[in-house]
Nanobody, 124 residues
Framework: QVQLVESGGGLAQPGGSLRLSCATS????????MAWARQAPGKGLEWVSAINGDGSETYYANSVRGRFTISRDNAKNMVYLQMNSLQPEDTALYYCAKGQEFLAPREVEALNAWGQGTLVTVSL
C-alpha cells in the first residue's frame, strides 16, 4: 500500500525558509518520479516541482523557480522541498505525490498517489 506522509509545514515570515519532508512507503521509490503540489486557500491545485527517479532531473513552476529546491534520498525513501525566500503567496497546503513512471511528473494529471498535505503559512 502506497503511503506518503508530509511534515515540516508551519508558520514562516516573509523571506524565511522551511523544509518539507515526505516519508514514503509501500513502493520502490527509485522507480518513480515524485512531485510536490500545493493548494492555496480558495484556489485550485497547483503543480510546484518534480524530480525523476534517480534525482538527476528536476523541474519547477515559474512561481517558485530559484527559491525552491526539490531533492530525494532513495536510500531513506524520502523526498524533500527546501523553500527559501518565502512569500505570502506561497501560503498553501503542500502535497507530496507519486508519479507513474521513472520520469519526473511535470503535471498534476501525471500523479497517482498523494499524501494528506502539510500546511505552510507565510505571514508577519
Amino acid at each position: 500500500q502506497v503511503q506518503l506522509v508530509e511534515s515540516g509545514g508551519g508558520l514562516a515570515q516573509p523571506g524565511g525558509s522551511l523544509r518539507l519532508s515526505c516519508a514514503t512507503s509501500g513502493f520502490t521509490i527509485s522507480w518513480y518520479g515524485m512531485a510536490w503540489a500545493r493548494q492555496a486557500p480558495g484556489k485550485g491545485l497547483e503543480w510546484v516541482s518534480a524530480i525523476n527517479g534517480d534525482g538527476s532531473e528536476t523541474y519547477y513552476a515559474n512561481s517558485v523557480r530559484g527559491r525552491f529546491t526539490i531533492s530525494r534520498d532513495n536510500a531513506k525513501n524520502m523526498v524533500y522541498l527546501q523553500m527559501n525566500s518565502l512569500q505570502p503567496e506561497d501560503t498553501a497546503l503542500y502535497y507530496c505525490a507519486k508519479g507513474q513512471e521513472f520520469l519526473a511528473p511535470r503535471e498534476v494529471e501525471a500523479l497517482n498517489a498523494w499524501g494528506q498535505g502539510t500546511l505552510v503559512t507565510v505571514s508577519l
